[in-house]
């Protein structure tokens, strides 16, 4: 099962100023695009795919919202809206979250108080995990894990030292191409080199 973790710097962790975010530099509407490329196809979505949005824009703990196609109930419709308004009850869920805690909403969304950082060092215990830059290698290249991991950001680089850190967690840079894409572009991208892979075995 891939996970896309799209790390959300600017992203506030409080409801009501994530709404309010909307349309300024933050850019917090370009999650509901990513939400929709990530998990849903026609007429379905993945049960295969998990998606984790991590928004850092908090004055306690970072908020790890997680999205797994296989237990992922309703939602309502797909317009930037109303995926936008899931994301804001999930953090009125999670507001008062103490550090390392999880809470589940009745459609299966899990949100989780924790840093980028540790999140990253939970998953490369167990999974391969990679890193979206144009200078890594070519993801056509590679042999294609099911519960890989696929590290995405906002429109604010990663700072140098977090490449370092993540390079010495053992995380591997992946391009998509020699153009830099949007991150809900890239999710698509790599959703076809599983599909076609599938298709084809």
Do not use: W
Request: glycine share 6%; hydrophobic share 40%.
């Amino acid at each position: 099962m891939p996970e896309y973790i799209i790390r959300a710097r600017q992203a506030p962790t409080d409801a009501g100023q994530f709404l309010r975010a909307v349309g300024t530099s933050a850019h917090v509407e370009y999650l509901a695009q990513i939400m929709i490329n990530t998990l849903f196809v026609s007429k379905g979505h993945r049960k295969d795919t998990t998606l984790t949005l991590v928004l850092e824009d908090s004055r306690d703990f970072s908020r790890a919202i997680s999205l797994k196609g296989e237990s992922m109930g309703s939602l309502p419709g797909l317009t930037e809206t109303g995926l936008l308004a899931v994301i804001a009850e999930c953090l009125k869920a999670a507001a008062n979250l103490e550090k390392e805690c999880t809470v589940e909403m009745a459609n299966g969304i899990q949100i989780q108080a924790i840093s980028f950082e540790h999140l990253i060092k939970a998953r490369v215990q167990n999974q391969r995990v990679y890193l979206l830059d144009k200078k890594g290698e070519d993801v056509r290249d590679l042999e294609l894990e099911q519960s890989a991991v696929y590290i995405l950001t906002d429109h604010i680089p990663m700072p140098r030292k977090t490449f370092k850190s993540l390079r010495r967690q053992g995380v591997r840079n992946i391009s998509l191409g020699p153009t830099m894409l949007h991150a809900s572009q890239c999710v698509v991208l790599i959703q076809n080199e599983y599909d076609r892979r599938i298709a084809v075995d």
